[in-house]
């Protein structure tokens, strides 16, 4: 069975940084592309960072030198590195695993950027 669980999500001011896991399990993890999206109220899920297997990696204009996307293999884990956090950044946050058209997805974590 798979799964993706995210973690790292909470309540930070503007300014600040939080830094997400999605752990996955039931999967050969190294073969698969993954990705974060985020969906805001009353807003489409929107792809934030994707890495493929290979290492290339890929952001949305809108996070660009703000966030970064990494992965470890060893540890079937990738990691969303947030700084410089924005009020428009708040959102529920998924980690998606993609391989030859077949995607999962985790629960989501919420992240909050409030004063």
């Known amino acids: 069975q798979v799964h993706l669980v995210e973690s790292g999500g909470g309540l930070v001011q503007p300014g600040g940084s939080l830094r997400l896991s999605c752990a996955a399990s039931?999967?050969?993890?190294?073969?698969?592309?993954m990705g974060w999206y985020r969906q805001a109220p009353g807003k489409q899920r929107a792809l934030v960072a994707g890495?493929?297997?290979?290492?290339?990696?890929n952001y949305a204009d809108s996070v660009k030198g703000r966030f970064t996307i990494s992965r470890d293999n060893a540890e079937n884990t990738v990691y969303l590195e947030m700084n410089n956090l924005k009020p428009e950044d708040t959102a529920v946050y998924y980690c998606?695993?993609?391989?030859?058209?077949?995607?999962?997805w985790g629960q989501g974590t919420q992240v909050t950027v409030s004063s």
């Open positions: 039931g999967i050969r993890f190294s073969m698969y592309s």
């Open positions: 998606t695993g993609v391989f030859l058209g077949k995607d999962y």
């Open positions: 890495i493929t297997s290979g290492g290339r990696f």
